[in-house]
Nanobody, 118 residues
C-alpha cells in the first residue's frame, strides 16, 4: 500500500507564502514524476507544477515566477514553495506521484486546503 501524506496548507493573506510538503511511503518504487494539482470549487482539477526524477520542472503559466517545486529523492518527498499568493490560488492542493516503472502507476494525496484572503 502506498501513502502520500501532505502538509503545509492553511490560511494566508494575499502576498504571503506557504510551503507544501508531500511524503510518499509504503510499497512505492521507481518514483518518476512528482507533482501538485489543485481544484477550486466548481472548477476542474488542474496541474500546478511537476518535477521529474532528474529535476526537470514544469509549471502552469498562472504560477510561473511565484511557485517553486522541488524534491528530495532520498526522502521520497516533494515540496511546493508558494510565494506572492493571490486569492485565485485558493483551492485544495493534491500531491500526485507517478511510479512503478513499467507499470506506470499513479497515486494521489488526500488534499490540503490553501486559502488566500484578500
Amino acid at each position: 500500500q502506498v501513502q502520500l501524506v501532505e502538509s503545509g496548507g492553511g490560511l494566508v493573506q494575499a502576498g504571503g507564502s506557504l510551503r507544501l510538503s508531500c511524503a510518499a511511503s509504503g510499497s512505492i518504487f521507481s518514483i518518476n514524476v512528482m507533482g501538485w494539482y489543485r481544484q477550486a470549487p466548481g472548477r476542474q482539477r488542474e496541474l500546478v507544477a511537476n518535477i521529474t526524477s532528474s529535476g526537470t520542472t514544469n509549471y502552469a503559466d498562472s504560477v510561473k515566477g511565484r511557485f517553486t517545486i522541488s524534491r528530495d529523492n532520498a526522502k521520497n518527498t516533494v515540496y511546493l514553495q508558494m510565494n506572492t499568493l493571490k486569492p485565485e490560488d485558493t483551492a485544495v492542493y493534491y500531491c500526485n506521484v507517478q511510479w512503478g516503472g513499467m507499470f506506470h502507476l499513479k497515486s494521489w494525496g488526500q488534499g490540503t486546503q490553501v486559502t488566500v484572503s484578500s
